[in-house]
Nanobody
């Protein structure tokens, strides 16, 4: 089974940028969709962005215009470029493949 692992999280000031990576242990072709989720303490999980195998993308309203999801099939990696970050973006971010595989997550903390 292909596994997923995230990287790229960290501490950033409001207005800053981060790029998260979701690295697959095998081919991304194993998944029809790769989703980026986030969950903050005391809040429900939020679907942030999705990219399909044909590069169709969707975004949550809360991140539209600020976040961009992309994929590099040669590197078996899906990226989440985050710009204009806000303190409300603070959460554990993780990627999931077809709702059957997910990574452990990477923490993003945005200071005001």
């Amino acid at each position: 089974q292909v596994r997923l692992v995230e990287s790229g999280g960290g501490l950033v000031q409001a207005g800053g940028s981060l790029r998260l990576s979701c690295i697959a242990s095998g081919s991304l072709a194993a998944f029809d969709f790769i989703d980026w989720y986030r969950q903050a303490p005391g809040k429900q999980r939020e679907l942030v962005a999705t990219i399909s195998g044909l590069d169709f993308t969707t975004y949550a309203d809360s991140v539209k215009g600020r976040f961009t999801v992309s994929r590099d099939n040669a590197e078996n990696t899906v990226y989440l470029q985050m710009t204009s970050l806000k303190p409300d973006d603070t959460a554990l971010y993780y990627c999931g493949g077809d709702d059957r595989v997910r990574g452990p997550g990477t923490q993003v903390t945005v200071s005001s």
